[in-house]
């Protein structure tokens, strides 16, 4: 039985994810389709047939899915699901609520945030905020499975572009709808996907004092960042959240000012190349996993960083 991968995309390019997807998919040792969903997604669908591996794209173009809620979604795996041993998507919030849904009407085994999968049958996957990993052989012979895509990397391209086949869209009995969507972050790089990014903890004070990191974040072209404590106290927005139940972060750098470094945060940061700390307790946990650690107050330390650094 083959894989099937689910493309992730903006509606105009394939996201970089995908392809890392792809090179996961791989370790499964079985023909790889590639399923995109969307309005108007020919070009994705494209660049998705040339990706080295792939063996068939399936293209969802319809109106009806230029937003993609996760009751369809699941609807249109399971439609389709039948065909294939092992379903893989992009751990991000949708396939979250997509899957285990997928998984529940198709009777099949479910498992998040994948990190490796070293045999056909064997999943490795972090638990309990990272402090355990896990190496997982589901007794179901059909899986539905979210993947961390900077664990992997990314698969190559090829001239010989595979054929984009045309699928019906398969829409699921409406009990919700899209109401509305904002995009956080502005015109800042994407937080999963930034090369640099600053992000503040309780320890900022203020939804005012957060300016303070942005305008750091803005010197270096880098992404925004917030613990759940500087969430939870109303300094940033949700979607900024980074952590165990926010997004999970692979920066070269990640500036870590006024957080503490509780584990459910560092499971967000793990991937992190350099770990940069700024805390004026000596004893902060973060501190433990920092490569660069800086005892010192952030309302020092912010104002010098957001002149003083380079200018990227
Ligand atoms: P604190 O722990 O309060 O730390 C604030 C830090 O700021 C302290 O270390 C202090 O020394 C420092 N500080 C204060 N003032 C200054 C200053 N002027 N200069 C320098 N340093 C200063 N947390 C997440 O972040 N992400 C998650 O996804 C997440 N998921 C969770 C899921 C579950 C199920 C649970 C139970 C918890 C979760 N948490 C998560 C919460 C987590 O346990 C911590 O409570 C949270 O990370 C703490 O955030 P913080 O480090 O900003 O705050």
């Keep these: ?9 903006d509606g105009k390019n394939l996201d970089d994810a995908t392809a890392r997807l792809v090179t996961a998919a791989r370790q499964l040792g079985a023909p790889i389709d590639v399923l995109v969903i969307g309005s108007g997604i020919a070009a994705v669908a494209g660049q998705a047939a040339a990706l080295d591996g792939v063996s068939r794209v399936r293209a969802v173009d319809a109106d ?6 996760a009751e369809d979604l699941a609807a249109q795996l399971v ?5 294939y041993r092992v379903v893989v998507a992009r751990h991000d919030m949708l396939a979250r609520a997509a899957l285990p849904r997928a998984a529940v009407l198709a009777d099949a085994g479910f498992l998040a945030d994948v990190t490796a999968i070293p045999a056909a049958d064997r999943f490795i996957r972090p638990m309990y905020a990272g402090g355990v990993v896990a190496e997982v052989a589901p007794v179901q012979d059909r899986l539905f499975i979210t993947v961390r895509p900077s664990a992997f990397a990314p698969a190559g391209t090829t001239d010989a572009a595979v054929t984009v086949e045309p699928l019906a ?5 409406k009990r919700a709808k899209l109401v509305g969507r904002e995009v956080a972050g502005g015109d800042r ?7 640099i990014v600053a992000a503040g903890g309780r320890g900022v004070g203020s939804a005012e004092h957060m300016k303070l990191v942005e305008a750091v974040a803005d010197r270096v072209n880098g992404a925004v960042g917030a613990s759940r404590a500087a969430v939870d106290a109303g300094f940033a ?3 900024i959240q980074v952590g165990q139940t926010g997004k999970t972060v692979a920066p070269d750098v990640y500036l870590a000012f006024g957080i503490s470094g509780a584990i459910q945060h560092v499971a967000g940061i793990k991937d992190a190349r350099v770990i940069v700390a700024v805390n004026k307790d000596p004893d902060a946990p973060i501190f433990q996993i920092a490569d660069i650690g800086l005892v010192g107050d952030i309302f020092e330390v912010l104002p010098r960083l957001a002149s003083e650094l380079p200018s990227i």
């Design 64 to 69: 009806a899915c230029a937003t993609v809620l």
């Design 237 to 239: 927005p949700n979607a």
């Design 189 to 195: 790089p994407d937080l999963t996907r930034a090369r």
């Design 169 to 173: 869209a398969t829409v699921a009995p």
């Design 1 to 9: 039985m083959k894989t099937l991968v689910l493309a992730a995309h």
């Design 79 to 83: 439609a389709i699901g039948a065909e």
